[in-house]
């Protein structure tokens, strides 16, 4: 409209009123829009996907921790043993069979401590051993020899391993899965 004057001709007339229908449009559609996005259903919609985008993180960092993939090696599970029998004063034959993660791609392995228990419950550890070779990309059978500390206590002993590596600069441990055998009174017969 570019008087004061509503027009008088019908085009003219139904040409304006559907201007103010389109401006009450606009003001209604913004109000309409505002409510549902901070109160209506569009914000419950907006809550459930920010709830589904968490659970999918989540999901994927417990498919990691299940998979290995959030550590430095992955165990094949099952093939984690000491050879025996083991005698009082000899060495354990510790094997296990393991493959690098994506995470551990750029690790170096540096020594493996392991850690025994007895009977008594009381975690000790064995003497550390620099690391000789890498676990590599693939299932790689590993059989690293320790000696049990002398205090331990002939019958059933557990032992694992710690693993300490140089990844990016910083140092990072991981651990094996935990073998049980029997510690025979010493020496061999």
């Known amino acids: 409209m570019t008087s004061d004057d509503f027009p008088s001709s019908l085009s003219g007339r139904l040409i304006e009123i559907a201007k103010v229908l389109g401006a009450i449009s606009i003001i209604v559609g913004f109000f309409g829009g505002a409510w549902s996005v901070t109160y209506g259903p569009l914000r419950d919609l907006l809550d459930q996907w920010e709830e589904i985008q968490t659970d999918i993180a989540d999901l994927q960092v417990r498919m990691a921790q299940v998979q290995g993939e959030d550590r430095v ?87 694992y391993l710690i693993l300490a590596y140089t990844c990016d600069g910083k140092e990072v441990f991981d651990q094996t899965s935990t073998a049980a055998f029997e510690l025979l009174e010493g020496p061999r017969p």
Do not use: H, W
């Open 73 to 159: 090696i992955r165990e094949v599970a099952g093939l984690t043993y000491v050879a025996e029998p083991v005698y009082q004063g000899e060495r354990i034959v510790f094997n296990f069979v393991a493959e690098r993660t994506r995470l551990g791609e750029k690790c170096t392995l540096r020594y493996s401590q392991p850690i025994f228990t007895d009977m008594l419950n009381v975690p000790t550890p064995g003497e550390r051993r620099q690391a000789a070779r890498q676990i590599s990309d693939n299932p790689t059978p590993l059989r690293p020899g320790y000696t049990p500390p002398i205090n331990l206590r002939p019958g059933r002993v557990t032992v």
